[in-house]
């Protein structure tokens, strides 16, 4: 089980580190994703982190600069650190994985076992 948390209420300009953590499973045979959806719009991709294995990061050019994904293996965590937020960064915040052992960020498409989301309210 995935479980995405650490989301609330931030005031623009604000800083939110988002947690995501497993259950039942290590995170860091696997590639994690970070998505996000915004009342009334379709569910987009912010970021991933490749396995271990690999190491790299995605964020998505957009919030390059403002986002960063990180893992801690020996807490079986993988964070999103979210600066300078603006409301548009309101959204559901969910963490999937695509279960493939060892893999890089894949596709959006492959992502197949998605966490509850938490709830980011970025307003004044």
């Known amino acids: 089980q995935l479980q995405a948390s650490g989301g609330g209420l931030v005031q623009p300009g604000g800083s939110l580190r988002l947690s995501c953590a497993a259950s039942g499973f290590t995170l860091d045979y696997y590639a994690i994703g970070w998505f996000r959806q915004a009342p009334g719009k379709e569910r987009e991709g912010v970021s991933c982190?490749?396995?271990?294995?690999?190491?790299?990061?995605y964020v998505v050019d957009s919030l390059k600069g403002r986002f960063t994904v990180s893992r801690d293996n020996a807490k079986n965590m993988v964070y999103l650190q979210m600066n300078s937020l603006k409301p548009e960064d309101t959204a559901v915040y969910y963490c999937a994985t695509d279960l493939t052992p060892g893999s890089t960020c894949p596709p959006v498409h492959e992502y197949n076992y998605w966490g509850q989301g938490t709830l980011v309210t970025v307003s004044s």
């Open positions: 982190i490749s396995s271990s294995d690999d190491g790299s990061t």
